[in-house]
């Protein structure tokens, strides 16, 4: 468990190399800024509350809280009570889960890339990672009324709770923010390349590495059986998500679109990650492959509803983990009617109080301090204008 | 098993940054693309057939198949078997040995760079790891003829079974696709250097990172005495390679050769690997030192002979690989002629079914599509061809 | 353990990544070059006499030496020892305690960096990595006369004994050096940008997840509980003292600069390295945010004191290393007024042995090889100079 919590905390190197990687260089010193503060500030307000909102222990189970700050349970005697859990301690539930936590954020991140305000988006990720995401986790993770359906709503390592939470948040931003300058001109949709395509794939084989942390360490315990399963699940969903995602882009697009490939791997991880553990090898290459095609499909509806997603995050990280929340209730051992019902019924849950509550921060940020840089500052690059710094600023050619 | 399976994973970015680092800017993308291909394609390979063919169970020594798909074995009553093996589960061996199914692609990959048709190369890959290397890797980790020799050859995490496999392929792809444009010039040799020296050494020190997975987790169980000494002999020899390389290329060529340090590494721990358990921390110094010493003349040597290989993957993984598989007849708990004799018989019958199945799959190849881009593709690049992207589209220079 | 040595190891290419990214592109290769000696030199060391100088079992405190060479001990049957330690064997320890050594010079390689001839500083590594820096770590972790005091000295997993071991001597460097030309003009403070900031974050993030491994292994068994406590502590430390060194920053400087923040993140996790295993997260909290506003000052002090330390590395490690070492005293389970007098006098040996013996080495050096390269060789770069080399030798730029 401790070193899956590592492995996702990694993730977040591979988040920025991906975020980076997929946008303009005058944008990149923003992008590391926005990235490092997500998972600094995160862990804090997890520490402070989020924990306690998120696991509020016996609660109505729509929102409760334990109270500010963290501490181990003692015993009666006083002394720290390790029987906790099976498998792993308080101090580790705390860490895996406050790596988690600040992965919504950072969904997000990636979708407003490139023209929004870094003050604004401090705030939206103090108030997003800080309290919906925790109460929102408490309805399923925290024992909340999710879990309580008579089938209760299934989501092992969070293609909802995670994955579409940042999704939700990362449209309605997207909407409210409006696309970057020359994404959408004349009626046509213009490619907006990155600048660092190495990086983005280093990004996303880091991502891949932290996803053996992030679903296997949802098994929350050493079973070593189940937790193998999970991990070769991973993998396979990872890799048909890819392969399907490059084919069917080469058959539409005419070319190997690097770019594809790498989000049909990223579709699949979010496709399997709600049943990571309930599935055979087989049904976890189907769901990729499928994660992988929609991934084609969803980039393409994405740009034809003028909504501007830098790096694809809406793509992956909401239609994706949509899809892999249904297959629960398609594939492996729970598939059933009943539990395709509560599948349903959670993602529904997610997307009223994400959407809900995203708009009303974004939009009142909007209507106050405003969202987005001005014109000349998204045209020179907000490294210049928000930070005062260059990515790159000894970097030379030589003269042969 | 499960972090070292993950570490394994990891080296696929170890391999594509030093590729990518090595060769030219305008080749990037297709780097890339074949490596993220590799792993990929390479695990859904080994799931659908590879482990099968690999683990035969009982066969006739030289090629068995125990079925399509992968599935844990169960008991009389249906359930699990967990007594699948000691220390791991069927689904830790799976994932393991699927992560270093697609290694030996991979070290082709990088001797065939800037110059193969991508097409062609899939194909390769396909029938290379999909089908040669498992009936290979049979003969010994399977339990084949070469393991039922009187004196087993011996060859611990796959100096020859991995790394010369890969190289005995990449001479032979090497030798029939000819060399790049440039490359040797009225009877010259001309140095054509790479485009990112930063991230080829970020790969070595993954890869060394990865190895930690490779070699500690061959030793199959959770044995800490022998783990720990295998760790430690692989980062002797790692370091003794790296050392040894830029002492003598110091003393032959005067200057401080950063490439050939970084191969010295890699060769240091392609040398080690056959015997990482049986041997001592002075045996590995020595293995790794030597290893380090062949780098520089075998670098030399493959020059001379007009092959091509960009990446030094012939002198890193099937010259070392060669020594590495002998140094367990010389040095540590094995050594003896016998030991000796049985490691030039698993050398010479993997150099046989090598050479023979990878001229028959390229020769094919080239003399039906063709293996080779045109001239123009070559000259201006694999990117803009094969793939219509560019690795850096939007990087700037900044006008100080 | 295994797995915090492989993670401790991970940690030079987040040193070598920092490094790089915040000096000029015409070094890069020299860094690399440094970064990539110090590790596999450093382990050779280690195993050659370092371990036995560190650990010499019975000695007068002071200075001890068990031998050339490692070997496990073994039992009066000849048979390799188990009970060497609970929780770890003779060869992990071995092979952390050498991932630790080599650190003290890559704190140094950055201090010096960007004029520093590649020579002597090879010698200073053999020295001060061969010799002292296991000499003084005797003094603690070897059972040595700071270990003995009343109350004893404590340090956790290395504030003084490997942050500020290579905090003193870069400072004694970097005074016997020089600043680089043009760094301080005119009585002015220039910044000199360095080239890749994308890579220095990185770097940094690779860091912390190294920081895992270093605090988590220096438990020294796999007790869940404490060794959990201590990851929440270095996170949570590691997490304030990014915050607080950017909002120190900001409020002093105006701009969110990038640079603070990432050395913020270190001076937190070099701050709770002393202690992590005895504070609570509070605790660890404010000795994180301490940590982070002393870097902000101490990076303008070091200024002003007209030493050039290219990465910052003096008021990372030194600086904060200090404050770590004795927030010991103020803070968590050990605080008191004796154990700060400890703290103090294990700071001021470390300050003695240090100072003296790097000002031997690097004077030494001086006034016979020299130990800065001429004034050509530091404007044009010493990739060109000492390597024949160049960094980024194929990059270009596209013509869009």
């Given at each position: 468990m401790m070193i899956c919590t590592a492995l996702v905390f990694f993730m977040h190197l591979g988040f920025a190399f991906l975020e980076i990687g997929l946008t303009r260089q005058k944008n990149t010193i923003n992008v590391l800024f926005k990235n490092i503060f997500i998972i600094t500030v995160g862990l804090l307000l997890y520490?402070?509350?989020?924990?306690?909102?998120m696991y509020p222990g016996e609660f109505n189970g729509y929102i409760g809280f334990a109270g500010f700050g963290i501490a181990a349970p003692l015993t009666e005697a006083g002394t720290i009570d390790l029987a906790y859990n099976e498998g792993y301690t308080y101090w580790t539930d705390f860490l895996f889960q406050g790596m988690f936590a600040a992965t919504a954020a950072t969904i997000v991140s990636g979708a407003v890339a490139e023209r929004i305000k870094i003050g604004p988006f401090m705030i939206f990720t103090v108030l997003y990672v800080g309290i919906v995401y925790p109460i929102a986790g408490s309805w399923k993770w925290g024992?909340?009324?999710?879990?309580?359906?008579?089938?209760?709503?299934?989501?092992f390592a969070g293609s909802t709770l995670v994955h579409s939470v940042g999704g939700w948040a990362a449209i309605v931003a997207v909407w409210l923010l409006g696309s970057r300058i020359g994404k959408f001109k004349d009626g046509q949709i213009k490619a907006?390349?990155?600048?660092?395509?190495?990086?983005?794939?280093?990004?996303?084989?880091?991502?891949?590495?932290?996803?053996?942390?992030?679903?296997?360490?949802?098994?929350?315990?050493?079973?070593?059986?189940?937790?193998?399963?999970?991990?070769?699940?991973?993998?396979?969903?990872?890799?048909?998500?890819?392969?399907?995602?490059?084919?069917?882009?080469?058959?539409?697009f005419k070319n190997l679109d690097l770019t594809m490939f790498l989000n049909g791997v990223l579709g699949g991880l979010v496709g399997i990650t709600a049943g990571a553990d309930q599935m055979s090898p087989m049904d976890a290459i189907i769901i990729g492959a499928v994660a992988g095609a929609i991934i084609v499909f969803a980039v393409s509806l994405i740009d034809k509803l003028r909504l501007d997603d830098p790096v694809g995050a809406i793509a992956v990280h909401l239609i994706c983990g949509i899809w892999g929340t249904l297959a629960v209730g398609i594939f492996g051992k729970l598939a059933g009617w009943d539990q395709l019902l509560s599948q349903l019924i959670g993602i529904g849950s997610?997307?009223?109080i994400c959407i809900i509550t995203s708009f009303l921060i974004i939009y009142t940020l909007k209507k106050t301090v405003g969202i987005r840089v001005s014109e000349r500052e998204e045209l020179e690059g907000l490294d210049a204008h928000e930070h005062g710094m260059d990515a790159y600023p000894d970097f030379r050619l030589n003269e042969h």
């Open positions: 520490a402070i509350a989020g924990f306690n909102l024992g909340g009324f999710l879990d309580q359906l008579d089938t209760p709503f299934y989501d907006i390349p990155g600048h660092n395509l190495p990086l983005a794939t280093a990004g996303v084989l880091i991502l891949w590495l932290g996803w053996f942390g992030f679903n296997g360490g949802s098994v929350l315990s050493a079973d070593p059986e189940l937790t193998s399963l999970t991990l070769v699940t991973t993998c396979l969903a990872a890799a048909a998500g890819g392969v399907s995602a490059a084919f069917v882009s080469t058959l539409t997610y997307a009223l």
